[in-house]
């Protein structure tokens, strides 16, 4: 099944994941009205789109996914055939410290999203599609073997990752209850340029670069499955256009490391980078209380995708990370703009310092 959306309300298009996102369709698919509507809470940067901005195809509004009159008049406006909903809480630490923005952003908005798309495609006589961009953390956590697979069971353990698990169950209920065609993907850690220095590997970057201490949950055993964003944003493009409706992809990297390794990793690229003798930075590292519920290991397969989809992703951890060191050293300004006092404040909160210790 193919599908060629003409419209397309992209929600949280000024983050990590969605501005790359932007940056990808605007220009490979010029003959498709993109509308970025995000409210630019601290995770939002217009900055990152800045390439794309005065494009004919593209166009930003500010406003939140909770607004149910902006989405409705949105819909009235632009007839959309297609909605990539990206707009979220993203942040898993954040979500320990206070959860109450995570279900409002990321439950009640996605409710007003599906509500507003239910509304103006009930009758609709033309193809249409709600995509949810989703995470792996909705199953739970896995022990040293096997993988998720879209038939396994949610088992949600932090707050973010229990929002995320009722949006999912929402999206599919309004497939179930009322029709509406949907598609879904979950995936693993993404990386690359424009992630807000919370994420790991951004902060490590960041923190070797100036010198700053490196906190490692626990004692870094802990095991994520990273994906490059460019590779992810691909992918997604491939399920919007070529997956039938009511259907759940995985959407991983197949690059899985534990915490402590990729630190070290990191750590010798910057220091390469920089030309620095390799292993200058390891003594930053600093082990650090573990959080609270610590998923131990994620690891998605990614078969389904690769084989029914085409898709594989480009890069494995050793170019993806060069690029990704290459791109942070290369945009310091963009890092720089984007630390302001509210950063600082976080920071202090979650490490109990503002970073020199
Ligand atoms: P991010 O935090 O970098 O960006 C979130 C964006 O949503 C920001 O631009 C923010 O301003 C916007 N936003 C927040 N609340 C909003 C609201 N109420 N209305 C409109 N816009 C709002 O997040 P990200 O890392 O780019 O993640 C994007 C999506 O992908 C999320 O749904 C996340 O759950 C999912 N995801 C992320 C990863 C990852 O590794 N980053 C992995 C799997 C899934
Ligand atoms: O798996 C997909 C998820 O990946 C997404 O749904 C989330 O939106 C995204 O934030 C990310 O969640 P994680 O919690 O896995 O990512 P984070 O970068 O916060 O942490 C990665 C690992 O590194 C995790 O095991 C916790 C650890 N960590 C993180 C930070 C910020 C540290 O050891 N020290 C740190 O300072």
């Not at 999203?113 to 495609?121: D, G, R, S, Y």
């Not at 896995?142 to 949006?167: I, M, N, V, W």
């Not at 993404?190 to 490692?216: D, H, T």
């Not at 992809?249 to 690229?269: F, K, R, S, Y």
């Amino acid at each position: 099944m193919s599908f060629f959306p003409t419209s397309v309300l992209v929600t949280g298009g000024a983050g990590f994941i969605g501005s790359n996102y932007l940056l990808h369709v605007v220009r490979t698919h010029p003959e498709t009205n993109f509308i970025n509507l995000d409210a630019l809470t601290y995770a939002g940067n217009l900055a990152n789109l800045k390439a794309i901005e005065d494009a004919p195809n593209y166009q930003f509004v500010q406003g939140s996914v909770n607004d149910a009159e902006l989405v409705a008049a949105l819909f009235s406006t632009h007839a959309f055939d297609a909605v990539v909903h990206f707009a979220a809480e993203s942040h898993v630490d954040r979500s320990i410290l206070d959860p109450t923005a995570f279900v409002s952003t990321n439950v009640h908005g996605t409710l007003v999203l599906l509500q507003a798309a239910q509304q103006a495609w009930k009758d609709a006589d033309y193809p249409c599609r709600f995509h949810h961009i989703s995470t792996d953390e909705v199953f739970g956590s896995l022990g040293a073997q096997g993988h998720f697979t879209a038939d396994t069971p949610y088992a949600p353990r932090s707050p973010y990752a229990a929002s995320k698990a009722a949006a999912d169950h929402l999206v599919r209920a309004f497939g179930t209850t009322y029709g509406l065609p949907w598609v879904m993907t979950n995936t693993s850690n993404n990386y690359g340029p424009f992630q807000f220095p919370e994420k790991l590997i951004p902060l490590v970057i960041r923190n070797a670069v100036v010198g700053y201490s490196i906190p490692v949950y626990g004692r870094g055993e802990n095991v994520r499955d990273w994906l490059y964003v460019q590779d992810h944003v691909e992918a997604l493009d491939v399920v919007l256009r070529n997956a039938g409706n009511h259907s759940t992809w995985l959407i991983g990297g197949n690059q899985e490391i534990t915490n402590l390794a990729l630190v070290e990793m990191l750590l010798d690229a910057v220091d390469t980078a920089t030309g620095k003798p390799v292993g200058t930075r390891r003594p930053l590292i600093q082990f650090v209380t573990d959080r609270p519920g610590h998923d131990f290991r994620y690891a998605l397969d990614s078969s389904p995708v690769q084989n029914e989809l085409g898709w594989r992703p480009k890069h494995d951890l050793t170019s993806g990370i060069s690029r990704t060191v290459t791109w942070y050293l290369e945009n310091a300004a963009w890092m720089n703009d984007i630390l302001d006092g509210g950063y600082r404040d976080y920071y202090e909160m979650q490490y109990g310092s503002r970073g020199m210790n």
